[in-house]
């Protein structure tokens, strides 16, 4: 089993930045594709980006592109979601997941094995 705990989350006005990091335990981190993922209240999890093993690749929603940038320390087992231009519409729990088998619907929650208990971020306006 692997444990992915997330933190960095809290309250920021509109046009702020945010810095979300997840330290991944219990399991090689190797190979792994990591992603994060937010829900807002009342709506299902979204896919927000993720970054393949190397880091060399990454995939972005376009709701938050040219915003956020996500990346990973494998001699650490991290990943982090650096987020600027925050707006109220970005308010969710963001959620650490790794993928550990290669599924190509990457934007699926179901295509991930492990993750985090969330960590909530507020952007007030």
């Known amino acids: 089993q692997a444990q992915l705990v997330e933190s960095g989350g809290g309250l920021v006005q509109a046009g702020g930045s945010l810095r979300l990091s997840c330290a991944a335990s219990?399991?090689?981190?190797?190979?792994?594709?990591m992603a994060w993922f937010r829900q807002a209240p009342e709506k299902e999890r979204e896919f927000v980006t993720q970054?393949?093993?190397?880091?060399?690749?990454?995939w972005t929603a376009d709701s938050v592109k040219g915003r956020f940038t996500i990346s990973r320390d494998n001699a650490k087992n991290t990943v982090d979601l650096q987020m600027n231009n925050l707006k109220p519409e970005d308010t969710a729990v963001y959620y650490c997941?790794?993928?550990?088998?290669?599924?190509?619907?990457?934007?699926?929650?179901?295509?991930?094995?492990?993750w985090g208990q969330g960590t909530q971020v507020t952007v007030s306006s």
């Open positions: 219990g399991r090689t981190f190797s190979g792994w594709r």
């Open positions: 970054i393949s093993w190397s880091g060399g690749d990454t």
């Open positions: 997941a790794a993928m550990v088998t290669f599924a190509p619907m990457y934007r699926s929650p179901r295509s991930y094995d492990y």
